[in-house]
């Protein structure tokens, strides 16, 4: 196994069941947050991470997401006859994430079937987890954040924040001993427990960083929350044959899988463009008092 994590892998074949009707017809890795999709920011972490090597996994109706990675020598002639360099470079920011391969789920059995797919493609190499509806914003992408605690420590770790109470069945929530800063060394985690059933507050966030040999313990997991093949599970599996850490990610983390958190992440974005800023803040406060 190499010390180094150069290969991702990012799972992208949910139904998006909570975003119907609009998902019937496109994936919600392709949801706008105002001018690019929410999976472009996830591609982008794991590449502003050091990662070159970067696997989708898609189902059925995902091509729209294939699409949008691949080159569009159409569109790219059309823009460079007309001078559109603002709109060039919009694509050119797609270019640099490079060649991406993708691999299909072929029946949407879970999030723990999906990353199975991975298998032939990781190899003997460490990899990292990335779900395609959470985006994160830090100074240092949270990827990177957790490949330099895998390469201190040469185990698997998970990113996890505090989650209120009310949300700790939406969440693998894990258990473990504090060992360093921000950090706990884990002996249990499950899967969307009742608030009375969990752990701790401490919720996995959608962001990994594996050893090859969570396969195996994949290939173990049996059914478990909501019929799936959950990671969760594997997870549980890989604690009782390596050291699995926890890290207490500090950053903003957003849920895009959930329409509150879809809305808020657009606001957030929009607050933070300068030439949307002014105008929409009055908007907002206009729009509390009434
Ligand atoms: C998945 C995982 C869960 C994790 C969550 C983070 O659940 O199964 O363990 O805490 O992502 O977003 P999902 O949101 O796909 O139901």
Redesign the pocket.
């Known amino acids: 196994m190499s010390n180094k994590v150069q290969k991702a892998v990012i799972p992208a074949a ?1 139904l998006g069941t909570r975003f119907l009707p609009v998902t019937k017809s496109m994936p919600k890795e392709m949801l706008p947050i105002i001018d690019k999709p929410v999976i472009h920011y996830v591609v982008e972490e794991a590449v502003d991470s050091g990662i070159e090597d970067i696997l989708l996994i898609t189902g059925r109706g995902k091509r729209a997401i294939e699409d949008y990675f691949d080159d569009a020598p159409e569109l790219r002639m059309h823009l460079e006859r007309h001078g559109k360099s603002q709109q060039l470079d919009a694509l050119k920011e797609i270019a640099r994430f490079g060649g991406i391969h993708f691999v299909r789920q072929r029946e949407p059995k879970g ?1 723990g079937d999906a990353v199975l797919c991975a298998e032939k493609h990781c190899g003997d190499d460490p990899f990292a987890v990335l ?1 395609g509806d ?1 985006i994160m914003k830090d100074s240092t992408p949270c990827t990177q954040q957790l490949i330099d605690i895998f390469e201190k420590t040469g185990s698997s770790v998970i990113a996890v924040q505090k989650v209120p109470r009310e949300h700790l069945n ?3 929530i894990v258990k473990g001993k504090e060992c360093g800063e921000n950090l706990l060394l884990l002996d249990d985690i499950v ?2 427990p009742r608030p009375e059933a969990a752990p701790s507050s401490f ?4 962001r990994y960083v594996f050893t090859p040999a969570l396969f195996s313990c994949l290939k173990h997991t049996t059914k478990g929350a909501g019929g799936e093949i ?3 599970d594997a997870i549980r599996l890989l604690m009782k044959k390596e050291d699995v850490y926890a890290y207490l990610y500090q950053g903003k983390r957003f ?1 895009t ?1 959930d329409k509150l958190g879809y809305i808020e992440t657009i606001i957030d974005f929009a607050l933070e463009d300068e030439t949307m800023r002014d105008s929409l803040n009055a908007f907002l406060k206009k729009s509390v008092r009434r």
């Not at 919720?203 to 959608?206: A, K, L």
């Open positions: 949910g999030l779900l959470d939406r969440y693998g899967e969307k919720g996995s966030i959608g959950q990671l969760t849920d899988g």
